[in-house]
């Protein structure tokens, strides 16, 4: 069931480009060709999970796929597969679009978990809800294979009391208060604070989770040397690869980082084709 919504989401990023038609690759239905996927910069391969049983859907003859999780260098072969041109030429895009995308996500998200664990072992590095709509599931099967955690999927994974919440309930132990009097015991209960002062508050409040919003790593360690131990602590807000070793420095449980889906950079890919006899 779950390869039949994957693919239902992935026919409807094709219809996207296609419908009503492919008005120049008309030219060459019935013309039999081979397709590569060719990787134009290095980087770690994420995606070919759902392309390649969504390529067979389509009546394409998938001949080779590098596993996801694998890192290639410049001129490797990603992706091949064989069928008719007009159908090669009409998943082109929307193939390379998501591959080259997840595969930058991955990547991104391998340097920051390498780096962050060069001073921190244990840390886990996680994302976040900024992904691109629609892709939200693609992009945090990325997360994963670039080693990260993809935190939450939405808003029914677990409680994540932020500043507006606790504007509208009266303070951080009011809004802790108020969710659990109606959430199941099994969802985990984490609150968003900016200083010392209010994390202490949601410790005391019995939440499970802090997160540390835009605090710097001087005032993360601060909190960090309070509760560390007591309490599940995250850092986030505008963390990067050119400072997650100092927020890692502190000891925090968890970094999470917009960054690794909302500013990484696409890994550069081509479709070349040759005809076949």
Known sequence: MLEKLISRRLLELLEED??????????????????????KEEGLLAGNKFLVPFLEDMRLKVIEAKPDGNYFK???K???????????LMVERTLLNLLSRLSGIATATSL???LARTVNSNVVVAGTRKTTPGLRLFEKYAIEVGGGDPHRYNLSDMVLIKDNHITLLGGIRNAVESVRKYVSFSKKIEVEVTSLKEA????????????LDNMTPDEVGEVVSHLKGKILIEASGRITPDNVVEYAKTGVDIISSGYITHSVKAIDMSLDVEKLD
């Not at 296609?18 to 990787?39: F, H, M, N, Q, W």
């Not at 990603?78 to 090669?88: A, K, P, Q, Y």
């Not at 202490?200 to 997160?211: F, G, H, S, T």
């Open 18 to 39: 296609v419908l009503p038609e492919d008005i120049t690759s008309k030219a060459v239905k019935g013309v039999k060709c081979r397709a590569y996927v060719v990787a």
């Open 74 to 76: 410049k001129g490797d």
């Open 78 to 88: 990603l992706l091949i597969f064989e069928g008719d041109g007009e159908d090669v």
């Open 112 to 114: 920051m978990v390498k």
């Open 200 to 211: 202490v508050e949601a410790y005391e409040a019995k939440a499970d989770i802090i997160l």
